[in-house]
């Protein structure tokens, strides 16, 4: 019964599907109708001109669109020699209608973007293409300028660095390149601003976003922070790190790898206050030492080297789960952060006081309309469509895809899979044919790249360790013999081309079969295995793509997979029906689990970004000007909105991180997060109101900015924006599993509750 229902939802969305691109082939035959081929140069740009005051004198768009879009075409070809296919065009025609494309790599999806993005500009209220990463907004700005030049439309990319001036801009310009992540910290730097000549951001309005899936749903609950300058080392945590390199697991402490949790027994809490000579390390006056200890010992039994983070350049970097890349400018909560520079022998650099924080999922809600593009979408429509109201749609590809995935190899031990891994790499080597082998971590890429080199193979490793020469390696990786062992491709943004650089290797290649991907695991997410198997029949290349798993895979194992398949250790692949079909069925509930914990996780930064918006609105109102404020009386205001809102952020953390405990006394966490974050959040404007009238009156009228800054009614003198690794899923995934450590903390956190006024942090 189910599966004729689903069966029935399927055919009724592919219906649908159909029905909407035959619309779309509709218009586009409209715009190939309008041949341009014989205008000159200066008729084009007259005809923009047209379209731009049409669009000002409230023509809809759509009406418009025929006309920009076959105007574009035509200049896209005389200024870039591109021809846009029919498919790119339908494209364009979607993201203009606020969905999200499905386009496969190599299609063409950023010249899409421009149609869409010059229609968009044409009323002058700014366009913003959001990219993965400042490489790709550089270079696509920087390719498509010619266009936009042509047209008369002015267009830019924000990079990291870049002086408040030459931000402001580059957001002025019709078009705007930048990353979601510096956009989004731009915005938070607008939050705190004391005067409008420190803003860059003018008023949100159009958005395509680039490598959506990784932004959308992978990065989408990463909070964006920007935080006074800190003053503090990690000297202090030298010494628990010390402590804990002195205690045994299972003699002084018990985890689970895989749930990522740990926690002292009563042998490890009496070796630590040895150790420390602390006395009770759980009376209240030792309460940071035991949240440090707790830190340290996480950051030392928990996250791995090479697989979690890696050392350079004398810093932490941490690795981005999903792309294998180093995840630029992000840090883990600050006790944890601190603790693992401690374990490294590092000084910590990241602290001092929170100011904003907003998910990069909360900062793309801002924009009136949304739009965005990926090749793989389809898996996740489900989580699109719950989180941002986002329809997907699948563009047919220009050539049909010749590309033959091969059912999973599976095998019951990781040493069988090494092995038959190795040899398979071997032998289509040996013949020419260029491959690309996806591995789950740095560690297992060098793993992998040292039993290669033993097996007589050379090969290109892209991973966090050298990310740097990326473009380089991604270059080569179709050539003749080329072998590239990289960590998970989603969210690099860059073709491979058979032959590569060599356009007489092609049609070798061609011959050999195209380029041979290679997954080394499955991915919690079939989005992520599509991602890696989509670099492969690019554009009707031949291809070919399988994955080789093991029994003893992490996800597997900590799914339980031996106790839902028994088989003997053998080491020849497992070719039963049975074992395929339980792998398929572990992928759909670990994507099903993942999500809803999402969405479990999504209702506590809900709650405090409903409140930022409530606050904020009234913060941009004061500062342009639509109160009747006196100068002094503005700046009073807008400095304790931000003082205030800086200390609800601290209240809410607290909160977050200890509230899920509440349900060892039969609470529900949620709605006692909602409840306490709710009371406080009354008590700020009370609060500003109070505080205001007392430093007014210290003023006494005064609109000098001397005795403003005399005052200490300032900007921070330096701050810092980063991105945190949220750690909090963590409690979520094994929640089902309380342990003695956990009930133990619970109930010592309750008890300092009281002592330290956490009870009462929210009130006056």
């Known amino acids: 019964m189910l599966n004729t229902v689903v069966k029935l939802v399927q055919d009724f969305k592919d219906r649908d599907s159909r029905h909407r691109l035959e619309g779309y082939r509709s218009i586009v035959n409209l715009v190939r109708k309008k041949d341009l081929e014989a205008w000159d140069d200066g008729q084009l740009q007259a005809e923009f001109l047209r379209l731009q005051r049409e669009a000002n004198s409230g023509t809809a768009l759509e009406e418009l669109l025929v006309d920009l879009y076959a105007l574009v075409c035509e200049v896209a070809k005389r200024q870039l020699d591109m021809r846009p296919y029919d498919v790119q065009i339908i494209a364009a025609i979607a993201l203009h209608e606020s969905v999200l494309i499905e386009q496969q790599t190599g299609e063409g999806k950023t010249l899409s973007a421009v149609m869409t993005a010059c229609l968009n500009a044409l009323t002058g209220h700014g366009v913003h ?27 830019s990319s924000v990079q990291a660095g870049m002086s408040l001036s030459e931000k402001r801009e580059a957001y002025a310009k019709d078009i705007t390149y930048v990353t979601a ?29 680039d490598e959506a899936d990784s932004l959308l749903l992978d990065e989408a609950r990463v909070p964006l922070v920007i935080s006074g300058a800190s003053g503090t080392s990690s000297d202090d945590f030298i010494r628990f790190a010390e402590v804990v390199r002195q205690l045994v697991p299972l003699e002084h402490y018990h985890f689970d790898e895989f749930q990522r949790n740990v926690y002292l027994n009563e042998a490890g809490s009496a070796r630590a206050e040895s150790l420390l000579e602390c006395g009770n390390l759980y009376d209240s006056h030792n309460s940071h030492l035991l949240t440090s200890l707790n830190c340290a010992l996480h950051a030392e039994t928990l996250l791995r080297r090479d697989v979690d983070y890696i050392v350079r350049d004398g810093g932490i970097e941490l690795i981005e789960e999903f792309t294998g890349r180093v995840a630029e400018n992000r840090y883990l909560p600050e006790g944890l952060q601190t603790a693992l520079m401690a374990k490294e022998g590092l000084q910590s650099k990241v602290g001092g006081k929170i100011l904003g924080t907003i998910t990069i999922q909360h900062f793309i809600s801002l924009y009136p309309r949304i739009s965005g593009m990926t090749a793989t979408a389809l898996a996740s429509s489900m989580e699109f469509k719950r989180m941002y109201e986002l329809e997907v749609v699948e563009i047919p590809p220009n050539q049909t895809n010749k590309r033959i995935d091969h059912p999973h190899r599976i095998y019951t031990h990781q040493e069988a899979k090494l092995k038959a ?19 789950s971590s740095v560690q297992e890429s060098d793993k992998l790249a040292e039993a290669l080199t033993v097996a007589g193979v050379n090969c290109h490793i892209l991973n966090a360790k050298n990310d740097a020469k990326e473009a380089q390696i991604i270059a080569r990786a179709g050539e003749i013999g080329a072998v590239t062992v990289s960590t998970n491709m989603a969210g690099r943004g860059v073709d491979i081309r058979l032959g590569g650089c060599d356009l007489t290797q092609v049609d070798r290649v061609l011959k050999l079969g195209g380029l041979y991907v290679i997954g080394t695991h499955m991915n919690e997410s079939v989005r992520i295995d599509n991602q890696l198997r989509g670099r492969s029949g690019r554009q009707g290349d031949p291809g070919d793509s399988v994955f080789y798993v093991s029994l003893e895979d992490d996800l597997l194992l900590q799914f339980g997979i031996h106790d839902a398949i028994r088989v003997p250790k053998q080491d020849g692949v497992l070719n039963a029906s049975i074992v395929h079909s339980k792998l398929e069925h572990i992928q759909r509930v670990m994507m099903g689990q993942n999500f809803d914990l999402q969405q479990e996780l999504n209702h506590y930064s809900d709650m405090i970004e409903d409140q930022r918006r409530i606050l904020h609105k009234e913060r941009f109102s004061i500062l342009n000007g639509d109160l009747p404020m006196s100068p002094s009386e503005q700046r009073v205001h807008l400095f304790y909105i931000d003082e205030f809102w800086a200390d609800h952020l601290a209240y809410a953390s607290y909160m977050r991180e200890s509230i899920h405990l509440e349900s060892l006394s039969n609470q529900n966490p949620m709605d006692e997060f909602h409840r306490h974050i709710t009371e406080a959040f009354e008590q700020i404007p009370a609060k500003i109101a109070k505080e205001s009238a007392n430093m007014l009156a210290r003023l006494d009228g005064s609109n000098d900015p001397a005795k403003w800054e005399q005052f200490g009614l300032k900007s921070p003198t330096s701050t810092n924006t980063y991105m945190i690794s949220d750690q909090y899923m963590d409690y979520l995934q094994n929640r089902g599993s309380w342990t003695a450590g956990t009930i133990v903390a619970f109930w010592i956190r309750r008890m300092l509750r009281p002592v330290f006024g956490w009870s009462k942090f929210g009130s006056s």
Do not use: C
Not at 182 to 209: C, M, N, Q, W
């Open 181 to 209: 992540k510096e956009a989004g910290f731009d915005y938070l730097r607008d939050t705190i601003a004391l005067s409008k000549d420190e803003l860059v951001h003018r008023p949100f309005h159009y958005v395509i976003i």
């Open 421 to 439: 891994l190795v040899q398979e790499i071997v032998t289509v080597h040996a013949t020419g044919r260029p491959m690309l082998i996806g591995t």
């Open 129 to 155: 293409v959001l990219t993965f990463n400042d490489y790709l907004a550089h270079r696509d700005a920087e390719w498509m300028e010619p266009i936009y030049r042509f047209l008369g439309l002015t267009v």
